[in-house]
């Protein structure tokens, strides 16, 4: 179970289950620039740093798709040397899923050590209760996303049996729409087949990619969250017609799941200089206080 710091300062106790949500890195073979623009191996290195400084033992580091740009077996393996070494710091299992920009045979050899396959990068991890289901989303030759009716079939199977703390899917094409509208044409199809396969189950959200920004929504009654990329993203300060990707606004999520909630945190890569108000004098100082004293000290505003 992830190391979560701090005793219980307000209604909730500490989430009992921490994950590192990443996705997009596009790593290219050699370290070849993207588009030759986009340094995805350092801008992955920066990344993982920032996770590193996170001072959590997360549950699992969740990858959700577009892992290599092109699918070439080399970025396989300069992925997994670049995350392996962080996850076993850490002490985390790392989960990875498929995108379109994946080719699912290199990567069922070169990530998880199996034979070569067009089969679906499927799985299911114990979180120490919390369940997590990576479904792949990819179809093979093409950008937009499915399910086939052998996942969702599958999908159904995994599901009749509830988990102590419920389940998360973990996919890349989420079943959102995109604010750029031309994004749709490379969205997750039959969306309505994949609603009927989790309805009424123990499904308490779901985790994707894709997009290059963070967003959140709704689908079929379930929340859903969009991670921004490691590669780059989009910037959405121009018109949604002229979007394009920037090498600027890289970030994660991390992702607290509670008893009865699940928060998602932005956490940007860019390390800048903060103010150093707070620090663990100060923390030991509020956990030796009753809850009156705290709000007196913390709460309270100063008398003009």
Known sequence: MASVPGPQFGAHAPAGHVIVHLSDT???AGGVPLNGRFDTTKNLQLTLEAV???????DALVFTGDLTDLGEPEAYRA?????EPVAERLGAPIIWVAGNHDERPDLHRDLLDEEPTQQPVNGVWDLAGLRLIALDSSVPGWHHGDLDPGQLAWLRGVLETPAPHGTLLAMHHPP???HIPFFDILELQNQPAFADAIRGSDVRGILAGHLHYSTSGMFAGFPVSVAAATCYTMNLQRPPQLVNGMDAGQSFHLVHVYDDTITHAVVPVVEAPTGDH?????????IA?????RREAFSRKPQL
């Open 26 to 28: 596009h790593v290219m």
């Open 52 to 58: 590193e400084r996170l001072g959590v033992r997360p």
């Open 79 to 83: 992925l997994r040397a670049a995350v």
């Open 176 to 178: 959102l729409p995109s």
């Open 278 to 286: 707070f620090d663990e004098a100060w923390l030991a100082a509020m």
């Open 289 to 293: 206080r009753t809850p009156e004293e």
